[in-house]
């Protein structure tokens, strides 16, 4: 008898819902005609992503949510879904570093510019000879061990990560002097067609 007491009592029984066919909320059911009347009239279900929105902010909505967006850099439209990875790993033109130099140039240009730069030579102080960059790791791993089977390269070349993003080289200090004589072949060249063209107008007036 208690029991059915408290079935009765108006302040403990649940409110009856009811299920707005516009927008699948359960209402109240005492106000569920007012809603479904408010609810079609003022919002409407996205396409996209099944959301509710206002009507008048529909057009933001798509906009700012699932408009297809144009990347700046190859001119192509993607879909929104689609931006993160686009810019991140398919986008042609996004920047890149050579794993070798380290230079940044768009990912269309990196395979070829790897070629070419994957062969170019350092010097190993370690063994004296000259290894291309991309036979690098390999060539630490192979020839750089010691009787215990681990690496030597830490005393002779600095540590690189597990995924090096570039081979870490000896310097070149060879490139600098390079640098220096051409700028000194410059400046001789250039202080020799001063003197010529000062002997060649004297000889002129005379």
């Not at 063994?127 to 960059?133: D, N, P, V």
């Amino acid at each position: 008898m208690a029991a059915a007491g408290a079935d009765s009592d108006p302040a403990t029984a649940v409110p009856a819902v009811s299920t707005c066919a516009h927008c699948q909320r359960e209402i109240p059911s005492s106000n569920i005609d007012l809603h479904s009347v408010h609810c079609a009239r003022n919002l409407q279900k996205c396409q996209h992503c099944g959301e509710m929105v206002p009507r008048k902010l529909m057009d933001e909505h798509y906009d700012e949510n699932h408009a297809p967006m144009n990347c700046t850099l190859c001119k192509e439209t993607i879909d929104r879904e689609s931006w993160d990875l686009h810019k991140s790993e398919k986008c042609p033109q996004r920047m890149v570093a050579c794993e070798y130099c380290e230079f940044e140039l768009p990912a269309i240009d990196l395979n070829e510019h790897q070629d070419v730069c994957g062969n170019r030579t350092e010097h190993c102080q370690t063994c004296r000879k000259y290894i291309r960059l991309r036979e690098w790791i390999g060539h630490e791993m192979q020839c750089h061990t010691n009787s215990n089977g681990s690496a030597e390269t830490s005393r002779t070349i600095p540590e690189r990560e597990v995924r090096p993003p570039a081979p870490v080289r000896p310097a070149r200090p060879a490139h600098g002097s390079q640098h220096k004589r051409l700028l000194f072949t410059i400046a001789v060249t250039g202080i020799a067609v001063m003197v010529g063209s000062i002997l060649f107008q004297r000889d002129e007036s005379f």
